[in-house]
């Protein structure tokens, strides 16, 4: 059975950091490209950083020099640091893991940002 858990989420003040993590159970992961994804209140689910086998990394451009992705294949686990987080942050995250056709999500971690 796969299954993606996502951790790290919580309340933080703008300014503020934190780092996500996505672990994989059930796959080998570092054979996935992995996505971070937040899912604002009142709209659709987005893409924000991506990375695939070779640790190639993407970003969105409102996330670029603030939030790094980054994977452990030895713990298959992605990870998302998040720097100077803007109430505009606030979301739910989940990760994505993507081999061809074959694509599973996480359940999400909520991220808050306000003072």
């Known amino acids: 059975q796969v299954q993606l858990v996502e951790s790290g989420g919580g309340l933080v003040e703008p300014g503020g950091s934190l780092r996500l993590s996505c672990t994989a159970s059930?796959?080998?992961?570092?054979?996935?490209?992995v996505g971070w994804y937040r899912q604002s209140p009142g709209k659709e689910r987005e893409l924000l950083a991506g990375?695939?086998?070779?640790?190639?990394?993407n970003y969105v451009d409102s996330v670029k020099g603030r939030f790094t992705i980054s994977r452990d294949n030895a713990n298959n686990t992605v990870f998302l640091q998040m720097n100077n987080l803007k109430p505009e942050d606030t979301g739910v995250f989940y990760c994505k893991a993507q081999l061809i056709n074959l694509e599973y999500w996480g359940q999400g971690t909520q991220v808050t940002v306000s003072s």
């Open positions: 990375i695939g086998i070779d640790h190639k990394t």
């Open positions: 059930g796959i080998t992961f570092g054979a996935y490209v």
